[in-house]
């Protein structure tokens, strides 16, 4: 009996294009991650990503992300989910408001120094992508309202617990993100400060801001 492949119900073939797929575009998105770090956003061509990524040619790319947009679209989407992967993590394991913002503090700032890259694409990419009418497409604002989003609640809690005294919660939000922007700086720049070093001196300064006076 002759067995068509229409007619075996096996759909592990699709599959597997579809994982070699996912996994190739996977790969540029790495490459490009590093090639903007490195060389910045005007000069990470789709030649250089795909020499980096070992790709033997850049049709391989716009297969996968028809124009640069497409790709900075996907690195930003990749970058921030990333963030959050780690730092939901570590605040969800903890029971009390207090314990919550000290987690996001020192996830957020682990994570800054284990990928570097990420944080450098995704500045070069918000301040340098262009749309066509010559504004930023991403800018700095969005990633600053994500943090401030993911801030207020968390402190908006230990208000209603009692363990925060009474504050503005945007400001106050605003004031831990600034202070965790200025530690990227301390931990790239001479003299350097390590990334434990900075989550001691900025969940100290948080924990100062927002405790109820005794």
């Known amino acids: ?16 294009r579809s994982l070699a797929a996912s996994a190739r575009r996977s790969q540029i ?17 789709f ?3 795909a020499e980096r990524a070992g790709i033997s040619s850049t049709r391989l790319i716009s297969y996968h992300f ?9 690195i930003v989407v990749e970058i921030a989910q990333s963030a959050d992967r780690m730092i939901a993590e570590r605040v969800a ?16 700032l682990h994570w800054i120094a284990r990928y570097p890259a990420h944080v450098q694409a995704l500045y070069e990419i918000s301040m340098n992508a262009r749309g066509s009418d010559g504004s930023l497409r991403y800018g700095m604002a969005a990633s600053a309202r994500a943090n401030v989003d993911a801030l ?11 363990e925060f005294r009474a504050f503005d919660t945007q400001l106050m939000a ?17 003299p350097r400060l390590s ?19 005794s």
């Open 47 to 49: 030649a250089r990503i």
């Open 29 to 45: 998105v790495a490459a490009a991650i590093e090639t903007i770090a490195e060389l910045g956003y005007a000069q990470a061509s």
């Open 1 to 16: 009996m002759r067995v068509t492949r229409g007619n075996t119900g096996d759909t592990s073939e699709p599959a597997q």
């Open 195 to 213: 990334v434990e070093e900075c989550v001691q001196e900025i969940t100290t300064i948080a924990a100062l801001a927002t405790r109820r006076s």
């Open 93 to 108: 394991e903890q029971t009390t408001a207090a314990g919550a913002l000290h987690a996001r503090i020192k996830a957020q």
């Open 66 to 74: 028809g124009t640069k947009d497409e790709l900075m679209d996907e």
């Open 152 to 162: 207020e609640p968390i402190l908006r809690e230990g208000q209603r617990s009692g």
């Open 174 to 190: 605003l004031t831990i993100k600034s202070a965790i922007d200025a530690a990227i700086v301390r931990m790239w720049q001479p």
